[in-house]
């Protein structure tokens, strides 16, 4: 969208700046100027002050200053040309749009959010006082909503019966469809439903969610089709009612429903906006940082696995944010606390942890770490973790603090961090997409994170099995789906076994036949070996105390990084690699 500049300077001398301001801040006379607390940071005497004649403020605590048009983007955080439209609209101007395309968009976008609008306050006077809506207040009531809250979120009722909220809005069926109201043939849309009213940060309507009642038709949850306003991967829920709080904290929760917003909100944290049927994309991100840097994730975050670990470090990296996890109680979401136990609500999303952090803590749990087998084996899978970070300095601090907590060396941790990095970094751009579609269309449950080593010696047996399949046992993979993958592909004629066995499992096998593999399989299979040896030389050396056991451990050692080193030579790789598998063999 375009303004010309003619109607920019129009709305500016149109507006008046300092009855604008005084909507946000009390402002005295004082000489030439208006003075008052500044509304951009804290303070107790006031530094902020208002030129009218000039049309700027300036605040001599924060230094932050402009013309009436900054004022409103700051204060609230709309873009250049929404704040423009904002001011119009206060000052009865209509806009002329540069492009004459943007026009009657605008104007049909327009008459969208007008019905949007009026549709709220159908729903939300229903649910207030009719008598069809009983079943719906009464759910409320149960579930601890009070009045108070129904009308500053303004939740409504969408009736059963059809038609009625067509014949208030007094419109066809037509205009109901374009705004996601209803259907073609004249049906609503949302019907004998809870609804919430989604809006932009600015307020304005551009959608609902609908959610279904006790013993009401299924889907649990309805949102709005798309629209000419409407874009589920843009849309945050509860960013108007939460914005003013957002910018105050610098924080900004990110649940999954909107319950869980209202839910924070009741807890005494009302910073929460909520994706509205969809993972989290780049454009929501991008919002939000509009508003604050300290995102906090306050849903289980751990299912979608490495595709949406990469895509977090991205964000953090491209628009300075830092990505927390809440510490939920395992299954519990933030509405649901918020009824029960508002206190542990706010103490999870203080007790946030980096995104990184949380990772390693989730998988240390499973693992006993009161042995030296289970504390080789944490090490190792914390290392793919860190190793998956972009930073240098952020891995590192991790490998210092980890080797301590695990009881190895650093240097051993580093090592292994690093040989994980570049393996990542070897991995095609080709997987990258296809994990980050998956991850886009909700493939949220793997068991347990693949190593690209481990993907691409898979990928090997599928491809060049007479290269690799005898050489590689199951006790090589790590990750509990890459087993259960090699197990399959063990059998004869595993194609015609994949009908009987797990959906994911079959989803991973049938990915990985599409692929090609990018190097020797004999090299692929080295570079599942590389760890598990360093695992091995960690274990015989770093975790034994006692000094008999580490001179009987000393030959196998020797041995084993003599193998290790022929492994990365192309000429002694395919013996080395036959001598390694053989001891695996006969050690597992
Ligand atoms: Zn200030």
Same mark, same amino acid.
């Given at each position: 969208?375009?303004?010309?500049?003619?109607?920019?300077?129009?709305?500016?001398?149109?507006?008046?700046?300092?009855?604008?301001?005084?909507?946000?801040?009390?402002?005295?006379?004082?000489?030439?100027?208006?003075?008052?607390?500044?509304?951009?940071?804290?303070?107790?005497?006031?530094?902020?002050?208002?030129?009218?004649?000039?049309?700027?403020?300036?605040?001599?605590?924060?230094?932050?200053?402009?013309?009436?048009?900054?004022?409103?983007?700051?204060?609230?955080?709309?873009?250049?040309?929404?704040?423009?439209?904002?001011?119009?609209?206060?000052?009865?101007?209509?806009?002329?749009?540069?492009?004459?395309?943007?026009?009657?968009?605008?104007?049909?976008?327009?008459?969208?959010?007008?019905?949007?609008?009026?549709?709220?306050?159908?729903?939300?006077?229903?649910?207030?006082?009719?008598?069809?809506?009983?079943?719906?207040?009464?759910?409320?009531?149960?579930?601890?909503?009070?009045?108070? =809250?129904?009308? /500053?979120?303004? &939740?409504?009722? +969408?009736?059963?019966?059809? #038609? !009625?909220?067509? %014949?208030?809005?007094?419109?066809?069926?037509?205009?109901?469809?374009?705004?996601?109201?209803?259907?073609?043939?004249?049906?609503?849309?949302?019907?004998?439903?809870?609804?919430?009213?989604?809006?932009?940060?600015?307020?304005?309507?551009?959608?609902?969610?609908?959610?279904?009642?006790?013993?009401?038709?299924?889907?649990?949850?309805?949102?709005?089709?798309?629209?000419?306003?409407?874009?589920?991967?843009?849309?945050?829920?509860?960013?108007?009612?939460?914005?003013?709080?957002?910018?105050?904290?610098?924080?900004?929760?990110?649940?999954?429903?909107?319950?869980?917003?209202?839910?924070?909100?009741?807890?005494?944290?009302?910073?929460?906006?909520?994706?509205?049927?969809?993972?989290?994309?780049?454009?929501?991100?991008?919002?939000? =940082?509009?508003? /604050?840097?300290? &995102?906090?994730? +306050?849903?289980?975050?751990? #299912? !979608?696995?490495? %595709?949406?670990?990469?895509?977090?470090?991205?964000?953090?990296?491209?628009?300075?944010?830092?990505?927390?996890?809440?510490?939920?109680?395992?299954?519990?979401?933030?509405?649901?606390?918020?009824?029960?136990?508002?206190?542990?609500?706010?103490?999870?999303?203080?007790?946030?942890?980096?995104?990184?952090?949380?990772?390693?803590?989730?998988?240390?749990?499973?693992?006993?770490?009161?042995?030296?087998?289970?504390?080789?084996?944490?090490?190792?899978?914390?290392?793919?973790?860190?190793?998956?970070?972009?930073?240098?300095?952020?891995?590192?601090?991790?490998?210092?603090?980890?080797?301590?907590?695990?009881?190895?060396?650093?240097?051993?941790?580093?090592?292994?961090?690093?040989?994980?990095?570049?393996?990542?970094?070897?991995?095609?751009?080709?997987?990258?997409?296809?994990?980050?579609?998956?991850?886009?269309?909700?493939?949220?449950?793997?068991?347990?994170?693949?190593?690209?080593?481990?993907?691409?010696?898979?990928?090997?047996?599928?491809?060049?099995?007479?290269?690799?399949?005898?050489?590689?046992?199951?006790?090589?993979?790590?990750?509990?789906?890459?087993?259960?993958?090699?197990?399959?592909?063990?059998?004869?004629?595993?194609?015609?076994?994949?009908?009987?066995?797990?959906?994911?499992?079959?989803?991973?096998?049938?990915?990985?036949?599409?692929?090609?593999?990018?190097?020797?399989?004999?090299?692929?299979?080295?570079?599942?070996?590389?760890?598990?040896?360093?695992?091995?030389?960690?274990?015989?050396?770093?975790?034994?105390?006692?000094?008999?056991?580490?001179?009987?451990?000393?030959?196998?050692?020797?041995?084993?990084?003599?193998?290790?080193?022929?492994?990365?030579?192309?000429?002694?790789?395919?013996?080395?690699?036959?001598?390694?598998?053989?001891?695996?063999?006969?050690?597992?």
């Amino acid at each position: 969208m375009a303004i010309s500049d003619d109607d920019v300077q129009k709305i500016k001398e149109a507006t008046d700046i300092v009855s604008v301001v005084s909507q946000y801040v009390t402002l005295k006379k004082v000489g030439m100027r208006w003075a008052g607390l500044c509304p951009f940071h804290t303070e107790k005497t006031g530094s902020f002050s208002v030129n009218a004649e000039e049309g700027f403020f300036y605040c001599f605590g924060c230094q932050k200053s402009g013309d009436v048009i900054q004022f409103i983007r700051e204060i609230e955080q709309l873009d250049f040309v929404e704040s423009v439209e904002w001011l119009a609209e206060k000052a009865g101007i209509i806009i002329e749009y540069t492009n004459v395309n943007d026009a009657s968009v605008h104007k049909e976008k327009k008459l969208v959010s007008e019905l949007l609008t009026r549709a709220a306050q159908f729903f939300n006077d229903r649910l207030l006082s009719s008598p069809d809506a009983g079943k719906a207040r009464a759910y409320l009531r149960n579930r601890g909503f009070t009045r108070e =809250t129904v009308e /500053a979120f303004q &939740i409504g009722y +969408a009736p059963m019966q059809t #038609g !009625a909220l067509r %014949a208030f809005l007094g419109t066809d069926a037509t205009k109901m469809e374009a705004a996601g109201l209803g259907y073609s043939g004249g049906g609503s849309f949302f019907r004998d439903r809870l609804m919430f009213p989604i809006s932009e940060p600015n307020g304005q309507v551009i959608g609902f969610g609908g959610r279904m009642l006790p013993e009401g038709q299924p889907p649990k949850y309805k949102n709005s089709p798309q629209s000419k306003v409407y874009d589920k991967s843009k849309v945050l829920y509860g960013l108007n009612f939460a914005k003013r709080e957002i910018v105050a904290s610098g924080q900004i929760i990110v649940c999954e429903g909107y319950t869980d917003v209202i839910g924070c909100a009741k807890a005494g944290i009302p910073r929460a906006v909520a994706t509205c049927g969809t993972a989290l994309t780049e454009q929501h991100m991008k919002l939000m =940082t509009r508003f /604050a840097k300290k &995102i906090v994730l +306050a849903f289980d975050a751990d #299912g !979608a696995g490495q %595709a949406a670990a990469d895509r977090f470090y991205a964000w953090e990296k491209s628009y300075e944010v830092e990505v927390f996890v809440a510490q939920l109680p395992s299954g519990s979401d933030p509405g649901q606390m918020a009824e029960e136990n508002p206190e542990a609500l706010v103490e999870a999303i203080e007790s946030a942890r980096p995104f990184l952090e949380h990772r390693i803590a989730r998988v240390l749990q499973s693992v006993d770490l009161t042995t030296a087998e289970g504390r080789a084996r944490a090490a190792d899978m914390a290392a793919q973790i860190i190793s998956e970070h972009p930073n240098d300095l952020v891995r590192d601090q991790y490998v210092v603090e980890f080797a301590d907590k695990l009881k190895v060396s650093i240097e051993i941790l580093r090592k292994l961090v690093l040989k994980y990095f570049q393996d990542g970094r070897k991995r095609g751009d080709a997987k990258k997409d296809v994990e980050t579609r998956n991850y886009e269309e909700g493939f949220s449950q793997e068991l347990g994170p693949i190593s690209s080593a481990e993907r691409n010696l898979l990928c090997a047996v599928i491809h060049a099995p007479e290269a690799v399949k005898d050489l590689t046992i199951k006790e090589m993979f790590n990750s509990e789906l890459a087993s259960m993958a090699f197990d399959l592909l063990c059998k004869e004629d595993w194609k015609k076994h994949l009908d009987a066995e797990n959906e994911q499992l079959v989803a991973l096998v049938q990915r990985l036949s599409v692929e090609g593999i990018d190097a020797d399989p004999i090299e692929l299979l080295s570079r599942v070996l590389d760890p598990i040896i360093d695992r091995w030389q960690m274990e015989l050396v770093y975790d034994v105390t006692d000094i008999d056991r580490l001179r009987i451990n000393q030959p196998l050692v020797k041995w084993l990084s003599e193998r290790q080193e022929e492994m990365h030579l192309e000429e002694t790789r395919l013996a080395s690699v036959q001598a390694i598998t053989s001891w695996l063999k006969s050690v597992s």
